[in-house]
Structure formats: structure tokens, C-alpha cells
């Protein structure tokens, strides 16, 4: 089988590819060990292959020219287009492709007789972008500069923030990706019931996880007192609770692996405000980060806009550590408060700091509910149970076109 991945990026690195990046990754690798022939395509930067569309955020552009164009890229159609003629494919694994690649390429697809599967990453398919954005914007600390709710504000009632909903309105009322997508991955239950409410046609809808290589060692003993952030730096991920609970917890050693536009603004503040048991550490590989799963007493998610299925916090369980993670509904798919993790309110340093004492006092309990945590990741995300899954979905595409 030829499989296209198409992305926003080409040949995106871990730190700006990030859980969406290593997804692809380990899909190509286990795609590879079968036989399959993978290829990539998406916008690449100055020093990329000139037959790839160049990288442009048309919503930050002034001209209302390059913002139409968040609606339709004729560069990334055309060259997808010459590259399926020298490269033909059975099917094409979309991804995060709407306002930078765009479904321009979809009716290029549909010409070349390509199969389309398309991976739901996010929100913007059910059209409730603002509702999901607003799932973190409880002020628990009361009228505090908080970046996040200024962000929320400019990407939801901002000049950009009303493109991209138009965007995002023009492309369900014309159905573009609903008629001409074959099937729809979800990598969590309540996004593929969300999916089904907005109208998606329920045959073309399928849970398949996100696949997580699992460690052969066994999890060791942790330190006790080290809590790891693995993320992208930036406004939606919230690290800076972290700072905010470290403040409160002097003693904890608070460890941030992850780059992104934050980290100057987080480096500064931990100076600041004399935050010694911070620590920064940048992006770390997947082999990189594996010893600070082995140190960690437990693996914090901090976002305040809504989850979907991020692959930090399956590559923390698979490793055996206890996740505490905000209480939002598709995390509870994974986090039993008690069992495989802990859950606070989103947003609130006061309820994560009550969360983290519950954890760190206890080791037995916080061993045992990494390794239920890990258990969940072996029977549900083992990367070779989910591409026989998506393998499905493959060849269910590759008929769904042929019948077109």
C-alpha cells in the first residue's frame, strides 16, 4: 500500500511537530516494518524542497488576499497535484492541514483516485472552537494578567479569531470535508460522539487511539519529589501553573521538558520570583525524555483549552507514572481519580497543589496507579493493534474511492 501523510508541516521535528509529529512518526515506522510505502507532503520552511508549499500563516497576514487563502492554498494544490503524478498513492492520512495546506487539496486528491483517512486532532471539524477555548477561562486567582485569557479573547473575538471561524463556517456548510473525506479517525470516544453531533455521517466515523511504543523495562522507583510538565510551551498548554505551584511547594522539584514562545516569558519569571525548584530543560527526543519518566513521581498536564488525546501524557503512563491531569471529559478516559491518576479543576493552581500533596504523600498508592496507568496503554494503544485499525480504515478508503 502508498500512503501519503499530510500535515501543515514537512518533516516537522519533535519540538514543532509535537504529539501530532510523533504520531505520524510512529504510524510511518510501524506502516514501514509491513511493507507500506509512506510519503509525506505539507508546507516546508525556506531551506525545504521547492516542490512543497511554503509555510505561511495566512491568519496573521494584514492583506485580506492571504487571509481568503486560509479558505483555499492554489500553491499547495497545484504542487500537490505534479507530486502525485511522479509519486501515486493509495491513500492519504490527513491531519492538521485546514488553514495552512487547506481543502484545497482534497478535490486533487479525489482526481489522482486517492483514498482519503483523515486523524480528527482537534475541535475544529464539530465547530465550537470558542466553546472549547472557553472550557478553561474560570479566573480562579480573580482578575490577574492572565495570558490565557487574553489569547482566548484575540483567537475568539479577534480580527483572527473571526476568520478562522469563518473559515472554519464556510468549510462545514459546504461540506467539503464531510463529502469528500472517505473516513475520520478519532482518538477518543467523546470526540467521535462530538463528531456525530455536528452532523459527520456516523459510516465514516471510527475510534481508533493514538499508538504509544511501550517501554520493555519495567517502571523503577521514583524520586518522590520530582514533577515532570512534557509539552509544548504556549498559551494553551498553561505551564505557567506550574510556576504558580511551585511557589506554593518549595520542597517539589518542578521540571518543564518542552520548548515553545513561552519559555523566555517562563524563564524570566522563575528568575523573577526566585524560583529555584524550577527547572527548564528544553525539548527533549523520545529517547531523551525516557530517564525523566524513570526520575518522576508523577507527570502533570496543565491546559486549560480542552484535551482531545495528547501523546505526552500516553507516553507518561505506558512509562508507569501517575498523570495528574486537569478534569476535563476526554482525559477522563484515561484518568480514574484514584485509580490511574488524579484530576483538579482546569485552571486552578489552589486544587493542583491539593492534588499533588494527595499524590506525593503516598508512594504506594502513586506506584500503584502508574502501573494501572500503564496496563490502559498496553491493551489500548499498542502500536500494532491501532494500525491494524487504521489498516482497516485504508482499505475501506481505498474502496469508498474506487465506488466514487
Same mark, same amino acid.
Given at each position: 500500500?502508498?500512503?501519503?501523510?499530510?500535515?501543515?508541516?514537512?518533516?516537522?521535528?519533535?519540538?514543532?511537530?509535537?504529539?501530532?509529529?510523533?504520531?505520524?512518526?510512529?504510524?510511518?515506522?510501524?506502516?514501514?516494518?509491513?511493507?507500506?510505502?509512506?510519503?509525506?507532503?505539507? $508546507?516546508?520552511?525556506?531551506?525545504?524542497?521547492?516542490?512543497?508549499?511554503?509555510?505561511?500563516?495566512?491568519?496573521?497576514?494584514?492583506?485580506?488576499?492571504?487571509?481568503?487563502?486560509?479558505? &483555499?492554498?492554489?500553491?499547495?494544490?497545484?504542487?500537490?497535484?505534479?507530486?502525485?503524478?511522479?509519486?501515486?498513492?493509495?491513500?492519504?492520512?490527513?491531519?492538521?492541514?485546514?488553514?495552512?495546506?487547506?481543502?484545497?487539496?482534497?478535490?486533487?486528491?479525489?482526481?489522482? &483516485?486517492?483514498?482519503?483517512?483523515?486523524?480528527?486532532?482537534?475541535?475544529?471539524?464539530?465547530?465550537?472552537?470558542?466553546?472549547?477555548?472557553?472550557?478553561?477561562?474560570?479566573?480562579?486567582?480573580?482578575?490577574?494578567?492572565?495570558?490565557?485569557?487574553?489569547?482566548?479573547?484575540?483567537?475568539?473575538?479577534?480580527?483572527?479569531?473571526?476568520?478562522?471561524?469563518?473559515?472554519?463556517? @464556510?468549510?462545514?456548510?459546504?461540506?467539503?470535508?464531510?463529502?469528500?473525506?472517505?473516513?475520520?479517525?478519532?482518538?477518543?470516544?467523546?470526540?467521535?460522539?462530538?463528531?456525530?453531533?455536528?452532523?459527520?455521517?456516523?459510516?465514516?466515523?471510527?475510534?481508533?487511539?493514538?499508538?504509544?511504543?511501550?517501554?520493555?523495562?519495567?517502571?523503577?522507583?521514583?524520586?518522590?519529589?520530582?514533577?515532570?510538565?512534557?509539552?509544548?510551551?504556549?498559551?494553551?498548554?498553561?505551564?505557567?501553573?506550574? =510556576?504558580?505551584?511551585?511557589?506554593?511547594?518549595?520542597?517539589?522539584?518542578?521540571?518543564?521538558?518542552?520548548?515553545?514562545?513561552?519559555?523566555?516569558?517562563?524563564?524570566?519569571?522563575?528568575?523573577?520570583?526566585?524560583?529555584?525548584?524550577?527547572?527548564? @530543560?528544553?525539548? =527533549?527526543?523520545?529517547?531523551?525524555?525516557?530517564?525523566?519518566?524513570?526520575?518522576?513521581?508523577?507527570?502533570?498536564?496543565?491546559?486549560? $483549552?480542552?484535551?482531545?488525546?495528547?501523546?505526552?501524557?500516553?507516553?507518561?503512563?505506558?512509562?508507569?507514572?501517575?498523570?495528574?491531569?486537569?478534569?476535563?471529559?476526554?482525559?477522563?478516559?484515561?484518568?480514574?481519580?484514584?485509580?490511574?491518576?488524579?484530576?483538579?479543576?482546569?485552571?486552578?493552581?489552589?486544587?493542583?497543589?491539593?492534588?499533588?500533596?494527595?499524590?506525593?504523600?503516598?508512594?504506594?498508592?502513586?506506584?500503584?496507579?502508574?502501573?494501572?496507568?500503564?496496563?490502559?496503554?498496553?491493551?489500548?494503544?499498542?502500536?500494532?493493534?491501532?494500525?491494524?485499525?487504521?489498516?482497516?480504515?485504508?482499505?475501506?478508503?481505498?474502496?469508498?474511492?474506487?465506488?466514487?
Amino acid at each position: 500500500m502508498r500512503i501519503l501523510h499530510m500535515d501543515k508541516f514537512l518533516h516537522a521535528s519533535d519540538a514543532a511537530g509535537g504529539g501530532v509529529g510523533r504520531y505520524i512518526r510512529t504510524l510511518s515506522e510501524e506502516s514501514r516494518r509491513r511493507g507500506h510505502t509512506v510519503d509525506e507532503f505539507g $508546507c516546508a520552511a525556506d531551506t525545504g524542497p521547492a516542490n512543497r508549499p511554503a509555510f505561511v500563516d495566512f491568519n496573521e497576514s494584514v492583506g485580506w488576499r492571504d487571509r481568503l487563502r486560509i479558505l &483555499h492554498n492554489p500553491s499547495a494544490a497545484a504542487m500537490l497535484h505534479r507530486h502525485l503524478r511522479s509519486h501515486p498513492v493509495d491513500v492519504a492520512h490527513l491531519h492538521n492541514i485546514y488553514h495552512h495546506v487547506t481543502a484545497s487539496i482534497l478535490p486533487v486528491l479525489k482526481s489522482h &483516485h486517492v483514498g482519503v483517512v483523515m486523524t480528527v486532532h482537534d475541535y475544529r471539524q464539530i465547530g465550537r472552537e470558542r466553546l472549547f477555548w472557553r472550557w478553561g477561562m474560570d479566573d480562579p486567582d480573580g482578575g490577574r494578567d492572565d495570558a490565557f485569557l487574553r489569547e482566548a479573547k484575540r483567537r475568539c473575538a479577534g480580527l483572527s479569531g473571526w476568520a478562522l471561524r469563518l473559515r472554519g463556517w @464556510i468549510e462545514r456548510a459546504a461540506r467539503w470535508y464531510a463529502r469528500d473525506v472517505d473516513t475520520f479517525l478519532c482518538p477518543t470516544k467523546f470526540l467521535r460522539e462530538e463528531l456525530r453531533r455536528a452532523g459527520t455521517p456516523r459510516s465514516k466515523i471510527q475510534y481508533a487511539p493514538i499508538p504509544v511504543e511501550i517501554p520493555d523495562a519495567p517502571p523503577s522507583a521514583d524520586d518522590g519529589k520530582t514533577l515532570l510538565f512534557a509539552g509544548r510551551l504556549t498559551v494553551e498548554k498553561s505551564p505557567g501553573l506550574l =510556576l504558580d505551584l511551585a511557589k506554593r511547594l518549595p520542597d517539589v522539584n518542578l521540571v518543564l521538558a518542552g520548548d515553545g514562545p513561552l519559555r523566555d516569558s517562563l524563564d524570566q519569571r522563575r528568575r523573577r520570583e526566585g524560583l529555584f525548584n524550577v527547572e527548564l @530543560i528544553g525539548h =527533549l527526543t523520545r529517547e531523551e525524555i525516557t530517564p525523566w519518566f524513570a526520575r518522576a513521581a508523577a507527570v502533570v498536564v496543565t491546559s486549560r $483549552c480542552m484535551e482531545n488525546s495528547p501523546v505526552a501524557m500516553l507516553e507518561a503512563m505506558a512509562a508507569g507514572r501517575c498523570v495528574i491531569a486537569p478534569d476535563q471529559p476526554p482525559l477522563r478516559e484515561w484518568i480514574a481519580e484514584g485509580q490511574t491518576g488524579r484530576l483538579y479543576k482546569t485552571g486552578d493552581a489552589t486544587d493542583l497543589t491539593r492534588a499533588v500533596k494527595t499524590v506525593l504523600a503516598d508512594d504506594n498508592a502513586r506506584r500503584t496507579m502508574g502501573a494501572a496507568a500503564r496496563q490502559i496503554v498496553q491493551q489500548q494503544h499498542n502500536p500494532s493493534s491501532v494500525m491494524n485499525q487504521i489498516e482497516q480504515a485504508y482499505e475501506g478508503a481505498i474502496r469508498r474511492c474506487a465506488l466514487r
